[in-house]
């Protein structure tokens, strides 16, 4: 069965450096899509970046000059880095997996972790 | 590319609810669907426009065409009332694309 957890401090000074971890059990890293979504309170979802084949990625384009995405094949861990935040980065992050192919839908979710950004 | 939900649809127990998910010629993209109850992570709900996930009723389905996608739950109960998201991959940037989410309400 797959499991996501993801684990990180649950607050960020405005300008710090958010860092979550995704720990995976339940199927092996490099042969999925994976991504981090965050969803703002009370508000919608928002895809940050995706890693597949255990280090291709892509960005949002929103977010692409302060997200970085990667993995750790050896761990089964996935990592989010999004540097400079401010409030407005205050959010559920969540884990998820996809398919084995671009263009699948996301097969499994972690339970999410609340990251407030406030000093 | 921008998928369009409304915001709200509001339903009787027992009846049909559809949930439009509008996108430019979105008939050529495999629509998901994403069921996301307050306090809970999402749940596939639909996928590839019409397909169901093991474990998802047979009152969950779904349709593409033209420039809407359609999520059609019938025979609503309380426990459908969450937000739907639709969701498809851009093929121009290689990236996932989300609708902004329609609340379901159960009256």
């Known amino acids: 069965q797959v499991q996501l957890q993801e684990s990180g401090p649950g607050l960020v000074k405005p300008s710090e450096t958010l860092s979550l971890t995704c720990s995976v059990s339940?199927?092996?890293?490099?042969?999925?899509?994976w991504s981090w979504i965050r969803q703002p309170p009370g508000k919608g979802l928002e895809w940050i970046a995706y890693?597949?084949?255990?280090?291709?990625?892509n960005y949002n384009p929103s977010l692409k000059s302060r997200s970085t995405i990667s993995a750790d094949t050896s761990k089964e861990q996935l990592y989010l880095k999004l540097r400079s935040v401010t409030a407005g980065d205050t959010a559920v992050y969540y884990c998820?997996?996809?398919?084995?192919?671009?263009?699948?839908?996301?097969?499994?979710w972690g339970q999410g972790t609340l990251v407030t950004v406030s000093s | 590319y921008v998928l369009t939900q409304p915001p709200s649809v509001s339903v009787a127990p027992g009846q049909t609810a559809r949930i439009p998910c509008g996108g430019n010629?979105?008939?050529?993209?495999?629509v998901h669907w994403y069921q996301q109850r307050p306090g809970q992570a999402p749940v596939l709900v639909v996928y590839?426009?019409?397909d169901r996930p093991s474990g998802i009723p047979e009152r969950f389905s779904g349709s593409n065409s033209g420039n809407t996608a359609i999520l059609t739950i019938s025979s609503v109960e309380g426990g459908d009332d969450a937000d739907y998201y639709c969701?498809?991959?851009?093929?121009?940037?290689?990236?996932?694309?989300f609708g902004g989410g329609t609340k379901l309400t159960v009256l």
């Open positions: 998820v997996r996809w398919g084995t192919l671009r263009g699948e839908s996301v097969q499994h």
């Open positions: 339940g199927g092996p890293i490099r042969t999925y899509y």
């Open positions: 890693i597949y084949d255990s280090g291709k990625t």
């Open positions: 010629h979105i008939a050529g993209y495999s």
């Open positions: 590839d426009d019409s």
């Open positions: 969701q498809v991959w851009d093929t121009n940037s290689d990236q996932p694309v």
